[in-house]
């Protein structure tokens, strides 16, 4: 009796088991779908600042600048004649226009956050409701009730602060208030659709509207969940002299955002990652939440200039995904290593979604997920790919990332377009290279193993009789 092989398939029914049953917990589904709608923003944002970065910007350029192709020395003949161009300034209004962008996303991430996450909410947790734009309204309310609204500015001929009233800070309204804005609109529409099932409502007659009869019904609700947001600023700031956004960053989000930077969180997140993804989970459902609090609000910062992480989404996407760990490599690793017929059609069909970063084909097809062949390889892959990534960065090669380019731009394109140098192709070619050798060595196993599988399968075709 084989007990390892009993064991293993325990463990592997075990395991997708419990991991399908957090894949599928309806706050996890909220916070996912959630930031997955507000990241279309983040991303048009993103794209914005890697055209301002990449093609725009006169002096850094990879168009214009020094460090990039030096096309505007090209044209004025020096350095300091570009400098003084008219080409040069109307690069910089242009760049300084697209950046305006940041505005409407990035720079409001928390309040979008705030729209989204309680609308989601209230659809999930409270599908009866009939009308779930007005728990939104209360969301909103209750977060701006939060928001500290004054702020201590001291001038440069003076050391004392002069406080000042009715001016909000909005650096809240950016990464600084996400944990505020999830914790803060979830409670309020907790609170308002509570009391609205309970039947604490103005009741209008038949006649009326049902439009308007829903904005009566809304105001008991509306004013107790108000009401209670009040109550707890005033807690709040008589007993820590502290809002609740301030004090919920204090004690949630940094610590989040400093586990996060963290070496442990970063190879937990990228061992799992492919570990879910052969087991046939996608990772997404699982670590799309966690990212959403930590690594893309690092994303953010990186992208505003107002820091410059290492550990973020960006980053990830770069020498992981985009680099094409997951799909050019082993696509790659087949059609030149493999000796199966069968697995060389597999990959001639994979190779076009490869090329576009999609994996589904070669994980399925070949397949990957459950294959015990390709359990190592498929899983060291993705941290080998991070970590290579993370060398060249940790020695300042490339630096952190911070242009935000579409996952499925092809690898070696997107190297170029993520850094804004021809470095940053140097290291995902490095990356392909790396994770394509991995696999070679089980290919050959696999080859040995099953010599002679493709003329059974195409034997069982011609004659089924052979597959009794």
Known sequence: MNTNGGRWQNFQANFTKYAGKIAANKLLLTLRDSFIIVAATSMIAGFAIMIQNVFVDPTNGLVF???????????????????????FNGLTSTGNLIGLVSNGSLNTFAVLLV???????????????????TSVLYALGAFFICMPWKFQYTPTDSKKAIDVLNYMDTSF???????????????????YNKILERNITIKMPDSVPPAVARSFESLIPGVCTMGVFIILTGISTTFTSETMPELLLTLLQKPALAISGTGLFAFVSQTTWSLLQWFGIHPTSIWGPIFG???NINDTQNMLGQAHHIYSSLFMNFSTIAAGSCSVSPVLALMLFSKRVAAKKISKIAIMPAIFNISEPITFGLPIILNPLYFIPWVVAQPLAFYIGYFFIKIGFIAPIVNNVPWTVPTL??????????????????????????????????????????????ATKADPKLAE
């Open 115 to 133: 729209v989204i996450f309680s609308h989601t909410f209230s659809r999930k947790y409270f599908p009866k409701s009939k009308e779930h734009m």
């Open 293 to 295: 609090l930590t690594w």
């Open 173 to 191: 309204f950016g990464t600084k208030g996400v944990f505020a804005a999830l914790l803060i609109s979830g409670f309020a529409v907790w609170i």
């Open 413 to 458: 394109i997107s190297g170029l377009l993520y850094t804004g140098s021809i470095k940053g192709l140097i290291v995902q070619a490095i990356i392909v290279v790396a994770t394509t050798a991995i696999y070679i060595p089980f290919i050959q196993v696999d080859n040995k193993l099953n010599p002679d599988i493709d003329k059974k399968i195409s």
């Open 65 to 87: 600048g020094k460090q990039g192709f030096g096309l505007g020395k090209m044209i004025a003949g020096s350095w300091s004649a570009w400098e003084k161009s008219g080409l």
